[in-house]
C-alpha cells in the first residue's frame, strides 16, 4: 500500500478511535451553555419564539444559533443521547484527522503508525479537546474548520496558486468566525500568515482570495442570524459591540468578558508558564495544561531542525540515488526530499501564524477553551519533533516519554456530563392557564426549558446576566410595560434552589409568590414554577400617561 494512502488511513483510524473512546467515557452533555442556550436559541429562532421572549437564555440567546440547528432538531425529535452524541463528536474526528495529517505534512520523513497512534492519544487528552468532546460548545467545529484550512493551506504550498490555496483557507476561516466569533483570532493568523507565504509579486491575490473566501464563508455561516439580529436589534452582533452600534435594546457596552485578560505585560509573557498550574487564571473551572509551552518550543525546534544544512541530509541521498537506480526505485525518495522542502518552505508563515493566532487570543479573550486549534497544532508539534530530534534512536520510547510529559500534568475542565439516555433531553411543564406569561429572575441555565413551553406562553426575564431593571433599556421597558398591563397569569420560573438576589429583583415590580410551587419534569435541572401575586408598583423604566 503507497505510504499516503497508509497514513491517511491510519490518520481516520486514530481520529475515530480516540474519539470514540472520549465519548465513551464522558457520556452525554449537560454543560451550563447547553442548559443556557444551545437548545433554546435555535428552537426559539425556528419556531418564532424569539418574537415574544425576552433574553430567556440571558445574554447569549442572541449567540449564533446555526450550527446547533441538527443538535436542537435530533432534541425535538426525541433521539437520546447515544447518536446524538455521535453528531457532536463529528467536528472532533475531523479536527484530530486533520492534526495528524498536518503532522505527516511538517514531518515527512519520521511518518510512522506508532507516531500516529502516540500523536492521536496527545491531540485527544487537551485540556481544551478532550473536555468538549460531544460537548454543543462548538470549540470543535472551531478547531475542525481551522485545522483544515492549516493543512489544505501546507499541502497546497509549491503544488497550487495563490488563489486556489487562500481561497479555501479563507473560506474556512470565515466559517470558523461566522459560526463562533471567537474564531476570530486565527482569522487573524491566517492574514499574518498569507503576507510571507510566498512571493511579494504574488501577495495581492494570496491576500485578495484570502478576503473573498473568508467574506463568503462568514456570509454563509453568519448572514443569516446577522441579518435577523440587524433587523430586530439594529446590530448584527447584538448585544455585542452595542459602543459603536448602539442599539437602544440594550446599554452601550462592548459586553466583552474581561475576568481572564492579562493584567501586564508580564502576565502576557508568562501565560505559558501559568497555563502550567491548576487554577481559574483561563477558564471558570479548574484546568492546566503544558501544550502551550511545550508546543512553542517545539515549534522553535522544529523550525531549526527545518533549516536548509538539515534539508541537505535528505535531499542529498535522493538526489545521488536518482542517477543510480531505475525511476520505480527513486521515485520514493524524490517525493520524499520535495515534501521535506515543502515543509521547510512553511517556517516563518507557521510562525507568523501561530505567534498572531495567540497574541489575539490573549488580548482579545484569555479563555483556555477558545485555544483548542492551536492545542491541536501544539499536540502535533510536540510529538512531531521529538520524532525528528530521536530519529535515528530510540524513537518510539522518546515519543512515549513525550506522551507521558504532556500528558500527565494536564488537568481537564468538569462542564458537566450525565449518563446516557433517551430522549437526550425532557422537560414537561404542568399544564398552564391560558394567556399565561412565565418569568424568570435567575443567573442559573434554564433556558432549555423555556424552548418546552406552550408556543402560546412567552417566557420573559426581569433578571439575569443581562437583563435588570434597574438598568434601563428597550428589552427592560417592554418586560415592564407586559408585567403592568397583562391581565392573564403570571408565573416564574426558578430553580428549586432559589437563587434570592436575583429573585428578589421581582419585588421591584409589585410581584411575589402567591402560591404553591408546582414542579417541572426536567432531566437537566430542578426547576419550578410559582404563581405570581400582584401588587401596584412604581414604574422603573416607564412613565404612566
Known amino acids: 500500500m503507497p505510504a499516503e494512502r497508509a497514513s491517511w488511513r491510519t490518520a481516520v483510524l486514530v481520529a475515530l478511535f480516540f474519539t470514540a473512546l472520549a465519548a465513551i467515557a464522558l457520556r452525554q452533555d449537560a454543560n451550563w451553555d447547553l442548559r443556557n442556550y444551545h437548545l433554546y436559541a435555535p428552537l426559539a429562532w ?18 449564533n444559533p446555526i450550527v446547533d440547528i441538527p443538535f436542537a432538531l435530533m432534541v425535538r425529535a426525541g433521539l437520546g443521547g447515544v447518536p446524538i452524541t455521535v453528531w457532536l463528536a463529528i467536528p472532533c474526528v475531523l479536527g484530530l484527522y486533520f492534526g495528524l495529517r498536518l503532522l505527516d505534512t511538517l514531518m ?20 481544551a479537546a478532550y473536555p468538549s468532546t460531544g460537548a454543543t460548545f462548538n470549540d470543535q467545529f472551531v478547531g475542525a474548520f481551522v485545522l483544515g484550512a492549516v493543512y489544505w493551506w501546507a499541502r497546497s504550498q509549491g503544488r497550487r496558486g495563490p488563489v486556489a490555496t487562500w481561497l479555501p483557507v479563507g473560506l474556512f476561516a470565515g466559517a470558523a468566525a461566522g459560526l463562533k466569533l471567537t474564531g476570530i483570532t486565527y482569522c487573524l493568523g491566517f492574514i499574518a500568515a498569507a503576507l510571507i507565504a510566498g512571493p511579494v509579486r504574488q501577495l495581492p491575490l494570496r491576500v485578495g482570495a484570502l478576503a473573498l473566501g473568508g467574506g463568503v464563508g462568514a456570509a454563509l455561516c453568519w448572514g443569516p442570524w446577522g441579518w435577523y439580529l440587524w433587523r430586530e436589534h439594529g446590530n448584527p452582533l447584538f448585544p455585542y459591540f452595542n459602543h459603536w452600534f448602539l442599539s437602544p435594546d440594550t446599554v452601550p457596552d462592548a459586553w466583552r468578558d474581561l ?18 498550574r491548576r487554577s481559574r487564571n483561563f477558564s471558570e473551572q479548574v484546568l492546566a495544561d503544558p501544550r502551550v509551552l511545550l508546543g512553542l518550543l517545539a515549534l522553535g525546534g522544529w523550525m531549526w531542525l527545518r533549516r536548509d544544512r538539515a534539508l541537505a541530509a535528505v535531499a542529498g541521498p535522493a538526489a545521488g540515488a536518482a542517477n543510480t537506480a531505475s525511476a520505480d526505485a527513486v521515485a520514493p525518495a524524490v517525493a520524499l526530499a520535495a515534501a521535506e522542502h515543502n515543509a521547510a518552505a512553511l517556517r516563518w508563515p507557521l510562525l507568523a501564524f501561530v ?11 484569555s479563555i483556555y477553551r477558545y485555544l483548542l486549534p492551536l492545542e491541536l497544532l501544539f499536540s502535533a508539534l510536540i510529538v512531531g519533533t521529538v520524532s525528528m530530534l530521536f530519529a535515528w534512536r530510540w524513537t518510539r520510547t522518546a515519543m512515549l516519554v513525550a506522551m507521558v510529559l504532556v500528558v500527565a500534568p494536564t ?26 406569561i412565565v418569568l424568570t429572575s ?21 433578571r439575569n446576566n443581562f437583563m435588570d431593571p434597574q438598568r434601563c433599556t428597550r428589552l427592560q421597558e417592554r418586560v415592564e410595560r407586559t408585567i403592568a398591563g397583562h391581565a392573564g ?8 434552589q432559589v437563587d434570592y438576589p436575583a429573585a428578589d429583583r421581582i419585588a421591584l415590580y409589585g410581584l411575589s409568590v402567591g402560591g404553591t410551587c408546582l414542579a417541572v419534569e426536567d432531566s437537566l435541572a430542578e426547576i419550578e414554577l410559582c404563581p405570581l401575586a400582584r401588587a401596584s408598583f412604581k414604574p422603573i423604566c416607564t412613565t404612566e400617561k
Open 46 to 63: 425556528m419556531e418564532g419564539r424569539l418574537d415574544g421572549d425576552i433574553a430567556a437564555a440571558q445574554l447569549q440567546t442572541w449567540h
Open 108 to 127: 515527512p520523513a519520521q511518518r510512522s503508525r506508532a507516531r500516529t497512534w502516540i500523536a492521536g492519544f496527545v491531540l485527544i487528552t487537551g485540556a
Open 259 to 276: 475576568r481572564y485578560l492579562p493584567k501586564s505585560p508580564l502576565e502576557m509573557l508568562d501565560s505559558p508558564l501559568r497555563l502550567l
Open 355 to 365: 505567534l498572531i493566532s495567540y497574541l489575539s487570543w490573549l488580548l482579545i479573550q
Open 411 to 436: 488537568k481537564h475542565p468538569s462542564w458537566g456530563r450525565d449518563p446516557y439516555r433517551s430522549p437526550m433531553i425532557e422537560v414537561r411543564f404542568p399544564p398552564l392557564p391560558n394567556d399565561s
Open 442 to 462: 435567575t443567573d442559573s441555565p434554564i433556558g432549555h426549558a423555556v424552548a418546552f413551553l406552550p408556543a402560546e406562553v412567552p417566557a420573559m426575564a426581569i
Open 489 to 496: 397569569p403570571l408565573w416564574l420560573l426558578r430553580p428549586e
